[in-house]
Every structure is written in C-alpha cells, then in structure tokens.
C-alpha cells in the first residue's frame, strides 16, 4: 500500500525549514501531501492562494509533493485524502512539548493515523515563519531563510 503523510500546517510563508522536512520525509513515504490548514487562532499575512502558489512552484518537479488546502479536523482530513501518517518539525523541546498534546488528540480522535516527527536540521533550527513574516514586514534581506525563488 502507498504511504501517504499529510504534513499540515499554516505555511505562512513557506520557509527553508519546512522544505527540509519535505525532502527527509520523501525517503520514507511514497507521496506527502502539504496541507494549508485554517487556523481558526492564526490570521495570515499572506492569502491562501499566494502560500499555495509558492509551494507548487517549488516542488513543481516532484510528482511525489501535492498541496491542498483544507478546514476542520487534520485527522478527518487525512481520512479523505487516504493519508495514514501526520508529518510534523521538531525544533526544540517547546515544539515536542505542544506537539505531543496534538498528536495524542489526533490519536484518540482517530487511532489509524500515525504522526511522525521529523528532527529540523540544525542550520534551520532557528527558521519559522513568524521570524520571515517579522522581517518582511520590515523590508529586511528574507533570502536566506526562504526558498530560492520566492520573493515576496
Ligand atoms: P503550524 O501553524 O501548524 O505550526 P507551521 O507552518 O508553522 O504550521 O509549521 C508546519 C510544520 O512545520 C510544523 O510541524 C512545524 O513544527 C514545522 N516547522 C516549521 N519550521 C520548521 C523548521 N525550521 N524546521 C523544522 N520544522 C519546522
């Protein structure tokens, strides 16, 4: 059976660390799917359509890489996309600690779904979208943090 991850989250915008989370799990599932999820506590800088946009553009030579958006319960979307495993980044022990509250939910809410954590390398350790939003806002140099390509 084709192994299917769903890694969710806001992607708001996507950044190198999120990338590198991709292309470790690519050497253990047969296709991720990158969720855009709503988040009913999080108001984005950038619409749905530009985060979409930018992570088709890079990942547009990987058949393997699908973007969807989606709302409501990650678990009850991972059942209609055929999705057995959650994808998530690890950067430190506050991303373990709020992550493993999630992924114990999902877990009683679905017991077929497994999520699966993914260590963030430690040049990226220190990338989130949060610090690349900042630092657009204030027209600093975002290059290094972002794929290359984007530009916003
Ligand atoms: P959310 O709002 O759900 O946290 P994000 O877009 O911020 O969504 O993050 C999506 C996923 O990517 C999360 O699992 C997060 O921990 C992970 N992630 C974000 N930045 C990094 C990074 N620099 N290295 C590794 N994982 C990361």
New binding site residues.
Partial sequence: MEKIAL??????PI????V??VKKGLHMFDKIIIAI?S?VK?TSLFTLEQRMEWIKKIFANDPRVDVKAYTGLTVNYCKEVGAQYIL????SAG?FEY?QQIAFANKELVETVETVFLL?SPY??????TIVRDIIINKGNYSKFVPEGIVF
């Fill in positions: 890694f969710p989250g806001s992607f708001d950044t190198k660390g999120h590198d989370i999820g988040n999080k998530r980044g690890l950067r991303d992550e963030s990226y350790t220190n990338i989130s979208s």
